[in-house]
């Protein structure tokens, strides 16, 4: 099991002490003016990330509406001009130069027309994936939560339907499990079936919890400890054949430290 956490939850020198991995979350990085990637912050990035010896994976800028996102690194999978595919390929060919495998990407905007909006979804991420295929990498394609109806992919059948329909060994799905559990209210049983439903397409997870409920602040997205939430982390036993990074999206040490105890506990389960 290789353990890993976003680099926005602490600095790579005190991550190293407790995972093996790090996901490089180009949002906050800071190696973006504006939409123009600078390149003399990125090299400081991966000259300190390289110091510790990770294995890396990377997430894609996306689309957000947390005011403190940066406006310019919006990107929005259904509707995509060359502003947007760029920043996505900045991404992926950063992961081919640091030898990371996968990519995480954001399913896109439910528009006025819904299909037409999937439609056009699915062909920008045809593109990405044959993107991917030049540059050697996978793109992770992750779940967003149903507590935000305007989020494509939230529940397991349209992403096993996206995936499928774009039809490439390039894209396949980042499960996000806290993003999951939101989507099933909280009910460990509709969270076992989506499980089930996306496993077959699973290349990456990404671990955080929640109370399974909207609230005001992120829709119930809190990315708090595996573990202070509802989310029944005995499911990901079902992946019984997965051998990817297990990343931690949460925002201290302190949370990731109590999420390893969650998982380690969890993994012990045999429920399933």
């Known amino acids: 099991?290789?353990?890993?956490?976003?680099?926005?939850?602490?600095?790579?020198?005190?991550?190293?002490?407790?995972?093996?991995?790090?996901?490089?979350?180009?949002?906050?990085?800071?190696?973006?003016?504006?939409?123009?990637?600078?390149?003399?912050?990125?090299?400081?990035?991966?000259?300190?990330?390289?110091?510790?010896?990770?294995?890396?994976?990377?997430h894609a800028p996306y689309s957000?509406?947390?005011?403190?996102?940066?406006?310019?690194?919006?990107?929005?999978?259904?509707?995509?001009?060359?502003?947007?595919?760029?920043?996505?390929?900045?991404?992926?060919?950063?992961?081919?130069?640091i030898g990371a495998h996968v990519v995480v990407l954001h399913p896109g905007r439910v528009g006025p027309d819904r299909e037409k909006s999937f439609s056009s979804m699915v062909k920008n991420l045809s593109t990405l994936a044959s993107l991917a295929e030049d540059y050697g990498v996978a793109l992770g394609l992750e779940n967003k939560e149903g507590t935000d109806?305007?989020?494509?992919?939230?529940?397991?059948?349209?992403?096993?339907?996206?995936?499928?329909?774009?039809?490439?060994?390039?894209?396949?799905?980042?499960?996000?499990?806290?993003?999951?559990?939101?989507?099933?209210?909280?009910?460990?049983?509709?969270?076992?079936?989506?499980?089930?439903?996306?496993?077959?397409?699973i290349i990456h997870l990404h671990l955080h919890d929640n109370s399974g409920k909207w609230t005001e602040n992120y829709d119930g997205d809190k990315h708090m400890a595996p573990g202070k939430g509802c989310a029944d982390f005995s499911v990901l036993n079902l992946l019984s054949g997965y051998r990817g990074i297990y990343n931690f999206?949460?925002?201290?040490?302190?949370?990731?430290?109590?999420?390893?105890?969650t998982l380690e506990n969890a993994s012990k389960l045999s429920k399933y």
């Open 249 to 261: 999206e949460v925002f201290s040490l302190e949370d990731l430290c109590f999420g390893k105890k």
């Open 64 to 97: 957000s509406g947390d005011s403190e996102y940066p406006s310019a690194l919006q990107v929005d999978t259904a509707r995509m001009g060359e502003r947007e595919f760029t920043l996505v390929e900045e991404s992926i060919a950063l992961a081919n130069r």
């Open 149 to 201: 109806p305007s989020n494509f992919c939230c529940e397991a059948e349209e992403l096993f339907r996206t995936i499928e329909t774009v039809n490439s060994k390039h894209l396949k799905a980042t499960f996000d499990i806290g993003h999951a559990n939101l989507t099933c209210g909280g009910d460990p049983e509709k969270l076992r079936r989506f499980v089930q439903t996306l496993k077959k397409h």
């Open 1 to 58: 099991m290789i353990l890993g956490a976003s680099s926005f939850a602490a600095p790579p020198e005190d991550l190293k002490k407790h995972v093996e991995s790090i996901e490089l979350y180009i949002p906050k990085l800071g190696i973006y003016n504006g939409s123009a990637l600078e390149m003399r912050k990125l090299d400081r990035v991966l000259d300190e990330t390289s110091t510790y010896d990770f294995a890396v994976t990377v």
